[in-house]
């Protein structure tokens, strides 16, 4: 997939020989909140600094070849968090929407917005409908931003949409295979996720890509999201290119593997 991206900002520095790059980079953006209480700000100022780490990560990603970066923008879970806290980001969500959203147009990006969009308002539904016909063509990085979105909620969507098939007499429950359920997942026609990154120093998924996530190497980080820069990144991506990825062979299977592949 070739990106055509001209941001503005010096080119990626990975460490030369690096082949290794994730297709599909997923982050679940942790600190903000700490990141602005460190400096006696309002919770509002660290979302506000955790879009501009987004911009900078949309970048570093385009510049590094990924094709898919998912962030975790809103879980389902979020909105037990104060309601002034809520609105505030929901406001976020939506100047964040209209503002970046010509820029990634301009750089070929495509987004794509998932969870229960229905749970917005109105107006913020409007907005992410826009923003994903205007740059639906693109095919430089894909942006998937999900926004109340949870694994478990995913995953219950794909059984009911299963479960319809197979009440019309359309599918056989022993037709119902692993296959087909990824097939009736949110994501199901992108690459699963490579890298996981959580940044702000908890080790933990909170509901995020439950399906997706089964194989995806992790790297966690103890960086509050809005000091999480290209060099945090790239030290990311440098971990990823590190691992050997079994998917339940042996290594040195997946070492045979790579010399026969290689002496081809
Ligand atoms: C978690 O930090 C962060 C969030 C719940 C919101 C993340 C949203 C953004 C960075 C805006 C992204 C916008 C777009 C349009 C993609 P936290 O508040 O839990 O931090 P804490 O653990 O320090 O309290």
Redo the contacts with the bound molecule.
Sequence with gaps: MANDISFDTPPSVLPAGKQNIPRHVAI????????A?KRNQP?IM??RA??E??RGMVEGCAKNGVEVLT?????SE?WR?PKQEVGL?ME??MT??GR?VKRLHKNNVRLRVVGDIEGFSKPLQKRVAEAQALTQENTGLTVV?AANYGGRWDITQAAKYLAAQVQAGQLNVEDITPERMADAMSLADLPEPDLFIRT?G?SRISNFLLWQLAYTEFYFSDI??PDFNIDALNNAIVSFATRQRRFGRTGQQVEQNKTRTTSC
């Design positions: 679940i953006m942790d600190g903000n909140g700490r990141w209480e919770r660290g979302h955790g879009v780490a987004v962030l975790f923008a809103f879980s979020n968090r980001l976020l969500f964040a929407l970046e931003v702000g908890e509050l999201w």
